[in-house]
């Protein structure tokens, strides 16, 4: 779908090529696409001689020698094509504009949601479509207006900057560059958002809209009188289509969501949601320690969620039993509950069945956390115990991350207290990566001595948190 800076370039480049012609006749091949009664629109329309062209929100303007104007939106794939009085007219072709020299401008728009309106000069503005159409960026001077309607919205900030009625101009392509470059998730409520912000939001989408019509500009110059003025030209866009490829900024995956229905894509590094608790994630290697350190920031008063205890619950499922049946066909299940002795066993040997597994159970935890998250209110910290942390991307719900450091002599210790198979459980624990999980991680803590000691360099980073 053509955005502002798209259709800024077609409303120029249709001024360099029709400027100055004069209408002789007008043929409506598909009447749905035009709005007015199909004999007026035409009568209104020859004769006229075009003057200028003018933008408003999305909408092209033609101005004429007349008192009237003709309104034209694309939607979704509308374009004009400048032809030669003979050529055919083709299957998309909805309407063709005859000029008095042997050229005519033809309507053509595969999709059809396209639409065209003759109004007065003296009333187009007050009157639908465009009395609906707020004022772009480029006509606001601050963002007082922005701010006088979030005040009260709790609608996410993406939803309210795509309201046309408020600001004009931001697509859905356009409002994700524009959140990026402030840093700002798209799902924060509106009314949370600052004046201060505000004005930021306008800044960049000033200057976003303003190098993308630039941009645009530039490429039609080698347009082509056989190709449409369609505007099919991008911007060097940071964000969107750029489901996990590294940010720009902080090298991150980024991540896709939907937001009103509408694809999103942010970095969940730098665009953090304000209103969410403040989350920490815990991860380390096996026998490190991650659960008496979760349980200590639990005393602190931080809501603990252990990624283990949800699969272990999940596992009684009877959907999730279903789900993983057909990753492992062979699963057992003991009263009521997958047989756990069978499934550690089956995983060591299949190690492809295990990432099948994981990336199944990895999803329908997140499910989880993601939900307690946005159910848990902003006054409470939350502590996530997640032993693939990162390899499970959970790392972007988290305001922190914490790594548990210990010595392999410790490790082992530990692993003997806990009366585990060393073997298998090194075993199972070997797709953790130990080195970059540790570098990822914004605190590491080495818990080679007590228990006292884990919790006094635990207090000195989050008794405050
Ligand atoms: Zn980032």
Not at 373 to 402: A, G, Q
Not at 436 to 458: F, R, S
Request: with cysteine; aromatic share 10%.
């Amino acid at each position: 779908m053509p955005e502002l800076p798209e259709v800024e370039t077609v409303k120029n480049t249709l001024h360099e090529l029709v400027h100055g012609k004069t209408i002789s006749d007008v043929k409506i091949i598909r009447e749905k696409n035009v709005e007015n009664n199909p004999e007026e629109f035409k009568n209104a329309l020859i004769g006229a001689t075009i003057t200028h062209f003018e933008r408003v929100g999305k909408f092209i303007i033609f101005h004429f020698d007349k008192d009237i104007v003709l309104i034209s939106h694309l939607r979704m794939e509308g374009k004009y094509f400048l032809k030669s009085k003979n050529d055919k007219i083709g299957k998309h072709d909805l309407v063709v504009f005859y000029f008095s020299d042997d050229t005519c401008l033809m309507y053509n728009d595969t999709r059809r949601f396209g639409m065209l309106k003759v109004a007065s000069i003296f009333n187009y503005k007050n009157e639908p479509p465009l009395s609906n159409v707020g004022p772009d960026p480029f006509m606001m001077s601050d963002a007082s207006r922005l701010e006088k309607a979030f005040k009260n919205k709790s609608i996410a900030i993406k939803t309210a900057l795509l309201d046309q009625s408020i600001m004009s101009g931001l697509g859905n392509i356009y409002v994700d560059e524009v959140l990026f470059a402030t840093a700002i998730h798209p799902e924060t409520p509106a009314k949370l958002i600052k004046r201060q912000q505000l004005e930021w939001i306008l800044k960049e989408s000033k200057r976003i809209l303003g190098e993308a019509c630039n941009a645009g500009g530039t490429t039609i110059k080698s347009y082509h009188p056989k190709e449409g003025v369609s505007g099919n030209f991008q911007y060097a866009l940071k964000v969107y289509g750029k489901k996990d490829k590294p940010c720009p900024r902080c090298g991150h995956l980024m991540r896709k969501i939907f937001v009103n229905g509408r694809g999103t894509t942010f970095c969940p590094k730098c665009q953090k949601n304000i209103d969410l608790p403040y989350v920490v994630g815990v991860t380390g290697p096996i026998g490190s320690g991650k659960s008496e350190a979760c349980k200590y920031l639990e005393s602190l008063g931080f809501l603990y969620l252990s990624a283990d205890k949800i699969v272990h619950d999940l596992y009684k499922d009877k959907k999730v039993q279903d789900g993983i049946r057909k990753i492992i066909p062979e699963l057992k299940i003991k009263n009521d509950d997958i047989d756990r002795e069978f499934l550690k066993n089956y995983l060591l040997d299949n190690p492809n069945k295990k990432r099948r597994l994981e990336k199944y159970v990895h999803s329908k935890v997140e499910e989880v956390f993601a939900k307690t998250i946005k159910s848990t209110p902003k006054s409470k910290s939350i502590v996530l115990e997640v032993p693939l942390l990162f390899e499970s991307r959970i790392d972007d719900y988290c305001d922190d991350t914490l790594f548990i450091d210990i010595s392999d002599k410790k490790q082992i210790e530990n692993l003997i207290d806990r009366k585990e198979d060393i073997k298998k459980a090194l075993k199972l624990n070997q797709n953790f990566n130990y080195q970059e999980n540790k570098k990822k991680a914004t605190y590491v803590i080495k818990n080679d001595k007590n228990i006292a000691h884990l919790n006094k360099e635990l207090s000195a980073i989050f008794s405050y948190k």
